[in-house]
């Protein structure tokens, strides 16, 4: 008869290579996990290229999947997270619509489309960028009102939608924007009253609502008269 038994020797060895395998697959999650995150910015920022017609060619051969999403143009990434903290495509000869896609880019600080030629409504997805500090769409062609969800960007300073045709309200929802510095929806087609909430935001250094330049001690006593 054959002893199927384990010896001692294969139990050792067993335990062995279980401890090795979970060392392994310790070692190895959290750099898949970063690198599927870093992988996850890169495939979002090629589906946008796609959808857009890049008018100069500046994304056409420096957004490849053979470099460091990290190292294409209009793109930093964070020391901390490693993740797309910066996109910067100001002034590259852009048309098309923001798709929802950029709402992935789970890490952003800074979105900087200003000066191309962006239409359309801007996509819900967007309000799930709760990193932001400076988002800046000016001189585009987007259109739709000045979106509610702005309101749950709680760490932007800088809000600048001028030159776009924006239409209807200011939402008083942009009043929950408690670190507002610069608030600029000038040249648009926007109508009503400025909303009194504007007036609680602490922070705010520059306004400028349609067209004129206030800043939020005259807005405030514009509102009391
Ligand atoms: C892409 O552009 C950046 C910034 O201009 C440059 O440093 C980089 O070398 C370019 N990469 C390729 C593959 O062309
Ligand atoms: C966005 O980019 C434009 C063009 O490079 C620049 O002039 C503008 O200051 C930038 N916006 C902000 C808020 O820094
Ligand atoms: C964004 O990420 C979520 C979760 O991974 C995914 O379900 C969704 O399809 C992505 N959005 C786009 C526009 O690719
Ligand atoms: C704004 O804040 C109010 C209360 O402070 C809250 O009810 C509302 O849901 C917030 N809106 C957004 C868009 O975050
Ligand atoms: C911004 O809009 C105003 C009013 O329509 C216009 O006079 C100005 O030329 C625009 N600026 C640019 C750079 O298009």
Redesign the pocket.
């Known amino acids: 008869m054959i002893d199927i038994r384990p010896t001692l020797m294969d139990n050792i060895k067993f335990h062995f290579l279980w401890i090795l395998l979970i060392q392994c697959v310790m070692i190895s999650l959290p750099m898949s996990m970063s690198m599927s995150n870093l992988t996850t910015d890169q495939s979002m920022l090629l589906k946008f290229k796609n959808q857009i017609l890049d008018l100069h060619d500046v994304l056409a051969s420096n957004w490849s999947s053979t470099s460091s999403v990290c190292h294409w143009v209009g793109i930093s990434c964070s020391a901390r997270h490693g993740r797309v903290s910066i996109l910067d495509l100001s002034e590259m000869g852009l048309k098309g619509a923001i798709t929802p896609h950029l709402g992935n880019l789970s890490f952003l600080v800074s979105l900087n489309l200003s000066g191309n030629n962006f239409h359309g409504y801007l996509p819900k997805e967007l309000a799930k960028l709760r990193h932001l500090e400076l988002v800046d769409l000016s001189?585009n062609a987007l259109n739709g009102e000045i979106p509610l969800w702005f309101g749950a960007l709680h760490k932007v300073k800088y809000l600048i939608l001028?030159?776009n045709t924006f239409t209807e309200t200011i939402p008083p929802t942009l009043a929950n924007m408690s670190n507002l510095e610069t608030l600029d929806l000038?040249?648009n087609l926007i109508q009503g009253k400025i909303p009194y909430e504007i007036g609680d935001l602490q922070k705010l250094k520059m306004f400028r609502e349609v067209?004129h330049l206030i800043c939020v001690t005259v807005c405030l006593s514009l509102r009391a008269s």
């Open positions: 001189y001028n030159n000038g040249y067209y």
